[in-house]
């Protein structure tokens, strides 16, 4: 049964429950940061004045580190050399929580290394240097990649293997895997690199990008049309029950034997690097279908997933609580993102505004019935400032100011009605009758009351004053009350 997209919660605990085996070619990322300041006089080339450098567990490692990032448990198998880099590596990896690796090592070929050097500037890949032997591995490390793999199928809910080419997925191995994983009953995702999509006949999804799969059917692949028609046949051939091509920028198309194709838009998003996004949808696509997730679930996780990756820099991995951001309604957020119990994150988002060069604006109530005079004074107070705080008084406070029969709802549910509002950009609760704390502690550049109020009658003017802030006093709605809504509700007339 799959899980609903929206149930988000639920849908993340399932998959903290699974185990993903992963099998493929890990690599050692190194990314090294700098400006272009000038052109070598030994070459037309630019020089990169290097300022900082960053290494990633890449390849095959990388989608591990998505499926242990997504919350579920990943058991990795990966070959490396008996050198600097494989040591680095098998380290890193058994730093990282909820990664159990096995790894075979070959003393006769190095270990696969990419470094990257970016312009820090420009965000723009000015090289890459590649240490690597892509080569299949020999007859006797294929047998100790069988034999190390084959015990920990039983263990895992899904197998994904990550093709990169350099060894590891040979078609013994693959053959090996895909055997004994569909006599478990375990699905089979694979991101395929060899053209010859029979060697991995019987797996569960092939994932290839718009390259791969064109090249490997020998097709235009420009349409959704055209996917699907060219998918009909290696469908067949591969014996899987689906394919999903990733198209970049132009979105996913997921096309499953039985049943209609689904294509799903990209996110827009800013792309800041789309170095192994492919490895964070291989890793979603698995911890979803291990989750019960159906197809349609699963490519738009995975899609969400693709966009977060995309707005990193390096070779990213994506978190539950980032892919639940995506994913999900803005409003459906909005609470949980705008409502500010912990002063500490009061005073972390103020410094990020600060920095930002935001003016904050800051006013305050019950906000017991939101009404149309509350609306206007709100929308007016967001526009004379770039972030606008709201101060609500608790449930105590607006006892001792209304009266024990006050208020008509309590103060979580009036904070997500304020929340939910585009003009409100955080809600602050106070338990004082008056909001001179929270005013001395935020400091804001504006302060908004009603028009009902004179200036020298608003809380905290003197502070705002000091700091060189103004106050805005905004014209109220006339025949709007909230005592007079509830007199009204409660059967009191007009």
């Known amino acids: 049964m799959a899980t609903p997209i929206l149930d988000f919660d639920a849908f993340a605990q399932t998959i903290s429950g699974r185990t993903v085996l992963c099998i493929g070619d890990i690599m050692l990322d190194e990314f090294v940061y700098g400006e272009v300041s000038r052109i070598s006089p030994e070459a037309p080339t630019p020089v990169i004045t290097a300022q900082r450098s960053e290494i990633h567990i890449g390849g095959a490692g990388n989608v591990a580190r998505n499926v242990a990032s997504l919350g579920a448990r990943c058991i990795f198998v990966g070959l490396i050399g008996e050198d600097d880099a494989g040591r680095r590596l098998a380290s890193a990896l058994g730093e990282q929580a909820g990664i159990e690796s096995v790894l075979v090592c070959d003393p006769s070929r190095p270990t696969t290394r990419k470094a990257r050097f970016v312009s820090e500037h420009f965000s723009t890949h000015m090289l890459r240097a590649d240490w690597e032997q892509a ?87 420009e349409t959704v049309q055209s996917i699907v028609e ?202 004082e009758d008056t909001p001179i704390d929270l005013i001395t502690r935020i400091k804001p550049g504006v302060l908004v009351k009603g028009g009902d109020y004179t200036r020298e009658q608003v809380v905290g003017h003197e502070v705002v004053e000091a700091a060189g802030g103004v106050v805005v006093l905004v014209d109220i709605l006339q025949g709007f009350s909230t005592t007079a809504l509830v007199h009204r509700a409660r059967g009191g007339g007009k």
């Not at 039983?154 to 013994?172: E, F, H, M, N, P």
């Not at 478990?184 to 092939?206: E, F, H, Q």
């Not at 198209?247 to 998003?269: C, I, K, S, Y």
Request: charged share 25%; glycine share 6%.
């Open 230 to 431: 060219a998918s009909e046949d290696v469908m067949r051939l591969a014996d899987c029950e689906a394919i999903l091509v990733t198209q970049g920028e132009h979105g996913m198309t997921l096309v499953p034997r039985n049943g209609g194709a689904v294509h799903v838009p990209a996110f827009p998003v800013k792309v800041r690097d789309v170095s192994g996004a492919g490895d964070t949808v291989a890793a979603a696509l698995a911890v979803s279908l291990a989750a019960g997730a159906d197809w349609d679930t699963a490519l738009r996780v995975a899609n969400a997933a693709a966009a977060v990756a995309v707005g990193k820099q390096g070779t990213a991995s994506v978190s539950a609580a980032e892919l639940r951001r995506k994913i999900l309604p803005h409003a459906t957020l909005a609470a949980e993102e705008k409502i500010v119990l912990d002063p500490a994150a009061l005073d972390a988002q103020l410094a990020e505004w600060k920095r930002q060069g935001q003016r904050v604006g800051f006013t305050n109530g019950c906000f017991d019935i939101l009404h149309p005079g509350h609306v206007k004074v709100l929308t007016a107070a967001r526009a004379a400032c770039d972030r606008l705080i709201v101060g609500l008084n608790s449930d105590a406070s607006v006892r001792r100011l209304k009266g024990a029969d006050r208020p008509v709802q309590d103060e979580r549910a009036r904070a997500e009605v304020l929340a939910a509002l585009e003009a409100v950009d955080l809600v602050v609760i106070f338990a």
């Open 135 to 221: 080569a299949p591995a020999s007859d006797d490390i294929e047998t100790k990649l069988i034999d190390a793999i084959l015990p920990q199928i039983a263990r895992a809910d899904i197998v994904l293997l990550s093709d990169y080419a350099k060894g590891v997925l040979t078609a013994r191995v693959i053959r090996h895997t895909i055997d004994a994983a569909r006599k478990l009953g375990k699905p089979v995702v694979v991101d395929p690199k060899s053209l010859n999509w029979a060697i991995y006949r019987g797996a569960t999804l092939l994932t290839p990008n718009r390259k791969e799969f064109s090249e490997a059917t020998r097709s235009r692949a």
